[in-house]
């Protein structure tokens, strides 16, 4: 079936460090892929998304290229800020399947 | 626009009640989705509505089951509620099915 697979954490970055959180998936078809963000306390938020090969979703710094030929939605930004400490999940919808989330990935940015 | 909304914010039952957990879906959906998410883990599907009726279902058990009323709105219920039903309660509404999802703040269950 579908899934997700991100890299463990937690990851622990220096204000203004670059940041890379890997995730790969398994779908058949062509999945539209997402990554959402969990701050503390509080429900999943939509980062950014990318609906079809090579696509690049950006928001807030955020980027994600999708890579068919290695099934990849990488998460990187190029200097990370104590307010981005949170949970990141990578996830995927396709064919007649729902969200499939990965586990997700806490990220802690000390100052 | 109001995003999605669930009502309550935070619960507290005991083992073998049951439980009712509502959702209203952003303006202009009209798919619901709800999701159980451990603490440490990521959201497992547990239904999705649309059309009023359940279109799929994930690996729960019959004690969960919901309802999607016309305007959309939907609710969550939970029977003979065990200590490992506690988590965050998340609903997700969409347009259609398999389009990106908004989700609200969440319902936290706890089960004494």
């Known amino acids: 079936g579908n899934s997700v697979t991100q890299m463990e954490g937690p990851v622990t970055l220096s204000e203004e460090a670059f940041l890379t959180i890997n995730c790969t998936y398994t779908?058949?078809?062509?999945?539209?892929l997402f990554w959402y963000v969990q701050y503390p306390g509080e429900g999943l938020q939509l980062l950014l998304k990318?609906?079809?090969?090579?696509d690049k979703g950006s928001n807030k710094g955020f980027e994600a290229t999708y890579r068919k030929e290695t099934t990849s939605f990488h998460l990187e930004k190029g200097s990370v800020q104590v307010s981005d400490s949170a949970v990141y999940f990578c996830?995927?919808?396709?064919?007649?399947?729902?969200?499939?989330f990965g586990k997700g990935t806490r990220l802690s940015v000390i100052a | 626009d109001a995003g999605v909304t669930q009502s309550p914010t935070h619960l507290i039952k005991t083992r073998g009640q049951q439980v009712t957990l509502r959702c209203s879906p952003k303006?202009?959906?009209?798919?619901v989705s709800w999701y159980q998410q451990a603490l440490g883990q990521g959201p497992q599907f547990i239904f999705q509505?649309?059309?009023?009726?359940?279109?799929q279902r994930g690996n729960f058990p019959d004690r969960f089951s919901g309802h999607q009323f016309p305007n959309y709105s939907s609710e969550l219920n939970v029977n003979a509620l065990l200590l490992g039903d506690s988590a965050l309660y998340l609903c997700?509404?969409?347009?259609?099915?398999?389009?990106?999802?908004?989700f609200g703040q969440g319902t936290r269950l706890t089960v004494v």
């Open positions: 997700a509404s969409s347009f259609y099915r398999y389009t990106e999802a908004f």
């Open positions: 779908a058949t078809g062509y999945p539209s």
């Open positions: 990318a609906t079809k090969a090579d």
């Open positions: 996830a995927q919808v396709s064919g007649n399947t729902p969200l499939v």
């Open positions: 303006s202009g959906h009209d798919t």
């Open positions: 509505y649309y059309e009023e009726e359940e279109r």
